[in-house]
């Protein structure tokens, strides 16, 4: 079907919908929008109007007496059309200073943090996706064997956060050439990363007459292993879920069952947020945008944080679609702009 462009009224009208039904919830007759100071036009011509947004998938009417409520691309054009005016909102949120755990010196609690801050200001989940470990500069590394088959890989970033986790490995280390190895590393690679490191060493490791070349080549080896695996997994932090259980006139308790699935299969969830990571400042995906059927109900409005040259995870809020996008919007986006400065990779 051939959609008509829409008249200046028809989007004045549109918009008093979305905004009331994003209010209260309910479906909006063609009386309310009459009644609804700033609208000067006759009640035959705002249901003209209604009944051609509904024609053209803006909206639809749920019972045959009822008033019509925004359908997603209804949603859509109303995000769209404020999506440049709500930045400057975010000047008026104003977080705890220790808010994203800045002090605490672990990237684990400032992810917490970040996204129990994201779910509090909001009233739904906030979320976190961790960056790879392989993609943070450090400034010092440590290896620790902890088992025959198990070395903790300790890292503190450039901007004196710490990082840890644990690397399954087949080779045998002895702690000693684990000690001359992260030695080497931190001599040589002071604010790079692993990822430059792994490269490094698989082109000049064939070529170095040392004595710690055996041990070079099997860290090597490790790193080729490890990072295989980094580059697929992201943990994501979640907060707020049982927001949602406070939401039931949104979410019907079979709704809630599929939500909350959803929310346990993290790592399918973690793909889908991670499939909308972009250079764009905030993104907003409604409902059957998201192409994941058991959270249809819901929109994802999500930021980056990272620098200029790199993407290093993602952050947000998942709500209703009837979510207040004025205010969720320079929310998320002002939370990544703090994490980004928060989280320095640069020396």
Do not use: W
Not at 13 to 30: A, D, H, R, T
Not at 74 to 94: A, C, M, T, W
Not at 225 to 239: A, G, M, P, S, V
């Amino acid at each position: 079907m051939t959609r008509k462009l829409l008249k200046n009224k028809d989007k004045d009208i549109l918009k008093l919908v979305v905004e009331s039904y994003l209010k209260v919830g309910k479906p909006v007759s063609s009386g309310y929008v009459v009644k609804k100071k700033g609208v000067s036009i006759s009640s035959a011509s705002v249901r003209n109007i209604m009944a051609k947004l509904e024609e053209n998938d803006y909206l639809y009417q749920p019972h045959v007496s009822a008033g019509r409520i925004p359908t997603d691309m209804g949603l859509r054009f109303y995000v769209n059309s404020i999506f440049e005016k709500v930045f400057p909102n975010q000047e008026h949120i104003d977080f705890p200073t220790d808010s994203m755990g800045l002090n605490k010196g672990s990237f684990n609690s400032i992810f917490i943090e970040t996204s129990k801050l994201l779910s509090d200001y909001s009233d739904n989940i906030g979320f976190v996706i961790s960056p790879r470990i392989s993609r943070l500069n450090f400034r010092h590394l440590r290896f620790i064997k902890v088992a025959e088959e198990k070395i903790l890989i300790i890292l503190v970033t450039t901007s004196n956060l710490v990082v840890n986790e644990i690397i399954e490995t087949k080779s045998f280390f002895t702690q000693g050439e684990l000690d001359k190895a992260a030695n080497y590393i931190n001599t040589n690679f002071p604010g790079k990363n692993l990822l430059f490191i792994r490269e490094y060493l698989v082109k000049e490791v064939p070529e170095y007459k040392m004595r710690v070349e055996d041990t070079l080549q099997k860290i090597t080896d490790l790193l080729k292993t490890y990072l295989k695996r980094d580059e697929i997994i992201n943990h994501i932090y979640l907060q707020g879920t049982s927001k949602f259980l406070e939401k039931p006139e949104i979410f019907k308790m079979n709704k809630l069952i599929f939500l909350f699935k959803s929310f346990e299969e993290k790592a399918k969830l973690t793909k889908l947020i991670s499939d909308f990571i972009s250079f764009d400042k905030v993104k907003v995906i409604i409902g059957s945008e998201l192409n994941f059927q058991n959270i249809s109900e819901c929109s994802l409005i999500l930021s980056h944080y990272g620098d200029k040259q790199q993407v290093l995870g993602s952050l947000g809020i998942i709500g209703p679609k009837r979510i207040p996008y004025k205010k969720i919007i320079p929310l998320v986006d002002c939370v990544a702009k703090r994490l980004s400065q928060t989280i320095s990779f640069t020396s």
